[in-house]
């Protein structure tokens, strides 16, 4: 095959790709958000058929030979062509050791896991989903046998979510959030704070829905290319950057959990939507890796969305939508309010200085599922004795334990550590950002934007262009370094909390 | 090739089918109801790959030898399959006579055309559309000629929407509707009655939310099965008889524009919620004809939702929702209210009696058009023309006159008469269905089941299982005629303003 004909096949499996995952996208999106209930079904059958042309269109022969031709001529290939294609390649390997049965099977399985997850956890039974959880664990493992035997199964299944990402890093990684964290925790546990009066609420849903509005203006999201839905587990979606949905959960009696909700995901917004154009419709418009992708979201959420600073034009837009909720509320209350720190049972409510050790039990659990050295069913005893031992916290059912997750129910083992990694990342490009940017006192005065600005020009614009080898060290002003963000959490917190 | 291997082909077809009409549906209820503006260009790129994969499956030489295998074995194949192959034989008739470049820029042409047609509607500019509609008349004549030279264009248009509709038997039947109801028109339009106080509302949106959950529950759609949006233009979508989507517009200023489509959809919506389970995924599961389909969303909306009997039920949840702007409403007040008739600019406003004159103004104008007697340039001028002539209306703009409806495009050419051919079946239907059911009985308790049921047992669980030559008969009890609606129509008139 030349290479004009393989780029011409290139973007053909490309516009292809994109029409079958923008169905995809939306089909999920409207699936969990305003869909009828009994809509799964119907849903299940379009999908998985979906998915059985994805997974046709990338594995077969010629498709193997396009990338082949492309990737043997580097120096003939414009970089972005020459990245699609390698990217397109990653894909390919991952399936075309499936045979296709036992794709379609799979996608079956987690569609039917997932269904069968939200049941369990509104019954806090975890009976219900172990068998699943048993085949879905079997089933990863098997892929990842496939792929190489010779590396730990779970190795590979987080290099999926954050490229190179392995065990022999990432337990030195905890090991120090874990050593530098826990002794701040307990100190801040021993002074706990009252929660302030004034987030008693109520908070109508109605307003909050205004809220949500200002905040996405705040952020920077432009409603022309970003809607908001509601859905039990907030999450981002969408198929290309003029068309990025976000989703969040009310809560009556807290304003909080929601606004966290649409900062984080909003976040995930940005990145998505601050991708080059001439990406748009390719392999290469989505973020890098999950890491990246959560250190964005975490970004927002935490530090910018929980700083002193943010506490200005934050109080002034809730001050607007809740006038008598937030009477005589000042900065200083608000910024202790959002960050009051306690060792709490579910990780995506956690404070900021406790979150990381909720994502550590994660990966121990999954680390030692994989491997096979903790049986399913052993899974909610092993869960609450971490807590527990970590934590300091019991955990009264499974509902608020090991169930609370959705992302085993289908399939994703091996993703938690992304949010931990994102969430260091993010305070590393902080420290770079600060060298340049005036990031405090722009903050304060309800602008975001150079602070976007500078995450477009060092990650966003990028979309998966540039590896994650290259993008990060770069914007992190070096290689990772648990370090730097656990100083950060103990600088914080010490202040907040005087000790 | 054999009948059983047909036969197994003939349901991966209709599985690809299923599966790529479910993701069109969704992707187009989604960007008519929450999706940001932006993404049309994303969504339009899918779609048209959709579209392309459709195309792909149904016209190609394979699947002409499998429905013709089908189609020689009547006697050996049972009557659900049968009829499957036989509808899909008209899908491919349709378009297997198209190149494949011509079918995909005809999507691509509806899509523009439709987006052009709501700005031009928004700024009442004829000339903006102007171009468009000249290229979907001429697509629509080409189409026309190359499935058979030697019918009359608009017959063959006719019959897309409603099997069988000539212009030999629809210029006599709104012939009768003309000169039977115009007097009665001009009658009731000397009689004018003053739009009641109570009207003048104000009705928040908030309220009519509540109020179209309630109307829904009372004309019997199961929430679990079909869910309600908003857009600019209610229309009812959906997959499957699981996944129904309605969608609806408030007004603040008037309750009862926003409650009619509510019911108006929901009609089609019953229509398929109730098509029999093994229909479902295979090409019988929708509607038989979109005359049959506005049949019943017609008769929702004005055989029941306009009645007498039906003001017992609704002024009770009208009550409970706006209790303020009802108070001391009679029901004789509400049954008056809901049918003041008036000769007026808007279509899907009209009242009962003069809504099928508005029907026949645009049959008439589409005949022409189609003919190549009407220029398109001509078009407003002519519109304006017949609204005098018919409806003795001045249209003061397009926006209130020849660009009111959708229609047009979409490509939608012949489809405007299934609305009146649909009224006249409904009043048919009512006759045949008093013979066994109380209906203004069992209305008036608020109870639509025994309605629902003679509907099902007739009409609905038949899909396009039965052809409509042999299903509207039976249910209409003889073949169509004029003078049962028209009669209906004076009998209801007469009274309501005592001619």
Not at 95 to 118: D, G
Request: overall charge negative; aromatic content about 10%; glycine content about 6%.
């Amino acid at each position: 095959m030349i290479l004009s004909e393989a780029i011409e096949k290139l973007n053909e499996l490309e516009k292809a790709a994109y029409a079958l995952g923008h169905a995809q996208s939306i089909l999920f999106v409207d699936g969990d958000t305003v869909a009828p209930k009994n809509s799964w079904k119907g849903r299940g059958k379009a999908l998985s058929y979906v998915g059985e042309l994805m997974y046709r269109q990338l594995v077969n022969p010629e498709t193997g030979e396009v990338l082949e031709t492309i990737l043997q001529h580097k120096d003939e290939t414009d970089e972005v062509t020459f990245r699609r294609a390698e990217v397109m390649k990653e894909s390919y390997d991952d399936l075309h050791i499936l045979p296709m049965e036992e794709f379609v099977a799979y996608q079956e399985l987690t569609n039917e896991s997932s269904a069968v997850w939200h049941d369990a956890k509104e019954k806090s039974d975890w009976n219900m989903f172990a068998p699943y959880l048993e085949k879905l664990i079997a089933a990863r493992r098997r892929f990842a046998s496939l792929k190489d035997p010779a590396k730990p199964a779970y190795d590979i299944l987080l290099d999926q979510y954050e490229k190179g990402a392995v065990m022999a890093d990432l337990d030195p990684f905890f090991r120090t959030l874990r050593e530098e964290l826990s002794p701040v925790i307990r100190e801040v546990a021993a002074r706990e704070k009252p929660v302030p009066a004034f987030m008693k609420g109520p908070w109508p849903i109605a307003q909050q829905r205004i809220f949500s509005d200002k905040l996405m203006v705040l952020e920077g999201l432009d409603p022309l290319n970003c809607a908001i839905g509601e859905t039990e587990h907030p999450f981002t979606g969408g198929p290309n950057k003029w068309d990025i949905r976000i989703t969040t959960h009310y809560h009556e009696e807290d304003p909080f959990s929601s606004m966290y909700s649409v900062i984080h995901e909003g976040g995930h917004a940005l990145y998505e939507m601050d991708v080059r154009d001439d990406l748009q419709f390719t392999g290469l418009a989505g973020g890098v890796t999950m890491g990246v992708h959560e250190s964005q979201s975490r970004f927002y959420e935490n530090i910018i969305g929980r700083s002193r600073a943010f506490c200005a034009p934050l109080l002034k837009i809730l001050k607007e939508v809740f006038p008598e909720q937030m009477k005589g509320v000042t900065e200083e209350e608000l910024y202790s309010a959002i960050n009051l720190s306690k060792p709490s049972l579910i990780r995506t409510e956690a404070d900021e200085l406790t979150y990381s050790l909720h994502v550590m039990i994660r990966y121990e659990l999954e680390k030692a599922m994989i491997a096979g050295n903790l049986k399913v069913a052993d899974i909610p005893g092993e869960w609450n004795r971490l807590y527990k031992d970590v934590l300091g916290v019991d955990v009264p059912d499974n509902r608020r334990g090991c169930l609370q997750d959705s992302h085993w129910s289908t399939g994703y083992i091996g993703y938690f550590p992304s949010y931990a990694l994102g969430s260091a990342y993010g305070v590393q490009m902080l420290r770079q950002m600060e060298k340049t940017v005036d990031v405090w006192g722009t903050v304060a005065k309800g602008d975001l934007s150079p602070v976007t600005t500078w995450l477009t020009e060092n990650i966003h614009q990028y979309g998966a262009l540039k590896k994650p080898q290259d993008l990060l060290p770069a914007a992190m002003g070096g290689p990772l370094d648990a370090a730097v963000y656990t100083d950060y959490l103990k600088k914080k917190f010490s202040e907040l909390y005087g000790l």
